[in-house]
């Protein structure tokens, strides 16, 4: 490309005004790119109206569906200095489905031009916490993410900035660091807008990818943390006792108060170079205290309501995780994923406590667990198909509906075309 675009240069007469103007455009924009992926699928659920984790609910009365599950286009730009490190980067980035367009990527970063470690972000971005959170869903090998990651990190993104320090240069003796602080609005865009004056700190350090050993073998690890929180408009709040009770509390002080988003994690990615391909093995934990609703343990993207009033909050604590093998088979072409992955919003309570008279629990303390699986055929570097099967168990309890486990076990066959 490269070559072809120095032809189209030399072919250029730059005596004329069109030729000054050709070249002046070609520098410009010498650092523009533009890149896209789109992911139609097919998907079979075992039960009616299931798969909320697994792209969307399927409509009621359905158990199978055609889909675009994403399609991306990105917009990235960046300015550098004479020393040809850069100084500025500017990023865009749609998401169009046959439910409609929405923003996803919408920021600017800013780099230190003198000792090239330092960096500014602003805007909508990835929230630096967590490995699965900001792996892009073009490079993932699993069609979704972890029912963790969506319900603590609904649509990933959230409105803020970030100070990070990474060197860029190998010779520098923390290069092998990054760090990342960051203030953002806490509802991402599962909502609007900020309806509180609280924001979520988060902060991220983490170790990049480093051989361990003369085989190249290599290791990379991190740790997250997110204080954050909800203002509270109601006096109504649900607190867990130690007897396994939510416990009302309708005081005036509530008011005004913030309750807790506190969020503790761990994650580690190794791998194996193989003749061709690698073993990979990834894992990350998260626990700490959710603030949700009753009936939903998600972050509220809008201030909870029911009918014209206030809706309580409740607070919970939790953890999750997930674990996975990737292993190529004998050719880069061909790849075998494994997921296990949990997720218990209530560690307090379990199983047939969960429903019982007076206890006030819901259907948003299930413990979840899915045990994941699928094939990976790369065509090139624009194609890849990916079959995937998603077994789910929920825990029984003495709910309705939920004393066994529930038929939402889901099928996936994708395509994803990418330039």
Same mark, same amino acid.
């Given at each position: 490309?490269?070559?072809?675009?120095?032809?189209?240069?030399? $072919? %250029?007469?730059?005596?004329? *005004?069109?030729?000054?103007?050709?070249?002046?455009?070609?520098?410009?924009?010498?650092?523009?790119? %533009?890149?896209?992926? $789109?992911?139609?699928?097919?998907?079979?659920?075992?039960?009616?109206?299931?798969?909320?984790?697994?792209?969307?609910?399927?409509?009621?009365?359905?158990?199978?569906?055609?889909?675009?599950?994403?399609?991306? %286009?990105?917009?990235?730009?960046?300015?550098?200095?004479?020393?040809?490190?850069?100084?500025?980067?500017?990023?865009?980035?749609?998401? /169009?489905?046959?439910?409609?367009?929405? +923003?996803?990527?919408?920021?600017?970063?800013?780099?230190?031009?003198?000792?090239?470690?330092? *960096?500014?972000?602003?805007?909508?971005? &990835?929230?630096?916490?967590?490995?699965? +959170?900001?792996?892009?869903? /073009?490079?993932?090998?699993?069609?979704?993410?972890?029912? $963790?990651?969506? %319900?603590?990190?609904?649509?990933?993104?959230?409105?803020?900035? $970030?100070? *990070?320090?990474?060197?860029?240069?190998?010779?520098?003796?923390?290069?092998?660091?990054?760090?990342?602080?960051?203030?953002?609005?806490?509802?991402?865009?599962?909502?609007?807008?900020?309806?509180?004056?609280?924001?979520?700190? +988060?902060?991220?350090?983490?170790?990049?990818?480093? &051989?361990?050993?003369?085989?190249?073998?290599?290791?990379?690890?991190?740790?997250s943390i997110l204080y954050g929180g909800l203002e509270q408009f109601t006096p109504v709040i649900y607190r867990m006792q130690h007897s396994g009770q939510f416990l009302k509390d309708s005081s005036d002080a509530n008011v005004g108060v913030i309750a807790p988003r506190h969020y503790y994690g761990g994650d580690a990615q190794f791998l194996i170079p193989n003749v061709k391909g690698a073993t990979q093995f990834r894992a990350e934990y998260i626990r700490g205290t959710q603030t949700g609703t009753r009936d939903h343990s998600e972050t509220p993207g809008e201030i909870p309501m029911i009918a014209e009033a206030y809706a309580p909050l409740a607070i919970r604590q939790f953890d999750g995780a997930y674990f996975n093998f990737l292993q190529h088979l004998g050719s880069e072409k061909h790849q075998l994923v494994l997921k296990y992955d949990w997720y218990d919003p209530n560690t307090q309570v379990s199983g047939k406590q969960i429903g019982k008279d007076g206890l006030n629990l819901t259907i948003a303390d299930i413990r979840y667990d899915t045990f994941g699986a699928g094939y990976v055929y790369y065509f090139n570097e624009h194609m890849k198909a990916t079959l995937w099967f998603d077994r789910i168990w929920n825990e029984s309890t003495s709910l309705e509906g939920y004393t066994d486990d529930v038929d939402d076990n889901v099928f996936t066959c994708r395509l994803q075309y990418r330039f």
């Open positions: 490309m490269s070559v072809r675009a120095q032809f189209l240069m030399d $072919m %250029i007469d730059t005596s004329t *005004s069109l030729g000054k103007g050709m070249i002046s455009i070609y520098k410009n924009f010498d650092h523009l790119r %533009i890149s896209g992926y $789109m992911q139609p699928q097919f998907q079979w659920s075992t039960g009616k109206g299931m798969g909320v984790y697994q792209g969307g609910d399927f409509p009621k009365q359905s158990d199978n569906r055609f889909m675009f599950r994403r399609g991306r %286009i990105r917009f990235d730009y960046e300015h550098y200095n004479k020393q040809n490190l850069p100084t500025m980067q500017f990023v865009f980035q749609f998401d /169009g489905t046959e439910r409609g367009v929405n +923003i996803r990527d919408f920021w600017g970063r800013f780099f230190d031009g003198k000792w090239d470690v330092m *960096s500014l972000t602003m805007g909508m971005f &990835a929230r630096p916490f967590g490995f699965e +959170i900001n792996y892009s869903s /073009g490079d993932r090998e699993a069609p979704e993410r972890g029912r $963790m990651s969506q %319900i603590l990190m609904k649509t990933e993104r959230d409105l803020g900035a $970030m100070v *990070s320090f990474a060197p860029r240069q190998k010779s520098h003796p923390l290069s092998f660091l990054e760090v990342d602080l960051g203030v953002f609005n806490g509802q991402g865009l599962a909502g609007p807008e900020d309806y509180d004056s609280h924001k979520d700190l +988060i902060a991220r350090v983490a170790m990049k990818p480093t &051989a361990i050993n003369q085989q190249q073998w290599l290791l990379s690890a991190g740790a």
